[in-house]
């Protein structure tokens, strides 16, 4: 059960960015194993109102709605798990941090951190780039706002270093 339409907009949020495009059958399985887990999905015996989004075919977006019950360590970690055996079946480099997608005339890019300040300093990437807002924390900024200009981001300081 995927109950991500029905959340509140405060549901908490955890963003995991695939490090290429899902293909229609891992998008199939990614989906059942996360509708699976959200259905029994739980903190202390009381049942998390959960849901996710697979966005693009790219990024795995898990919510929780803690109005009614918060998730506690011991649920987090059950969500982690799950997301550790997806990345490990689908080898998808799900807690690499230091990747970027970028939305550049409406295609998604995939760039390592790295070279950002190059991307930036060759005028490629300005302040109004927009790129993924894996910051969001929860799902009303995300629905609000997949993509944020650089400028707005946690990249912002790149571009002020390199004068843009």
């Not at 055996?85 to 230091?98: G, P, S, T, V």
């Not at 190059?118 to 993509?147: Q, S, Y």
Request: net charge negative; with cysteine; charged share 20%.
């Amino acid at each position: 059960m995927n109950n991500w339409n029905d959340l509140n907009p405060d549901s908490k949020i955890w963003i995991y960015t695939c490090n290429r495009f899902l293909n229609l059958d891992e998008v199939s399985n990614i989906s059942n194993r996360l509708a699976a887990f959200c259905a029994e999905w739980n903190a202390h015996g009381a049942s998390l109102n959960s849901g996710y989004e697979l966005f693009a075919e790219c990024v795995i977006v898990l919510a929780v709605d803690e109005s009614a019950a918060s998730a506690s360590g011991c649920s987090i970690d059950s969500s982690v798990q799950v997301i550790r055996e997806i990345d490990a079946a689908f080898q998808l480099d799900l807690f690499n941090r230091l990747r970027v997608l970028s939305n550049e005339d409406g295609e998604i890019h995939f760039t390592p951190q790295s070279e950002v300040r190059t991307k930036i300093r060759e005028g490629k990437w300005n302040a109004d780039t927009p790129i993924l807002h894996v910051t969001a924390r929860d799902l009303g900024t995300w629905k609000h706002a997949r993509f944020i200009p650089i400028g707005q981001s946690w990249l912002a300081k790149f571009v002020v270093l390199e004068g843009v």
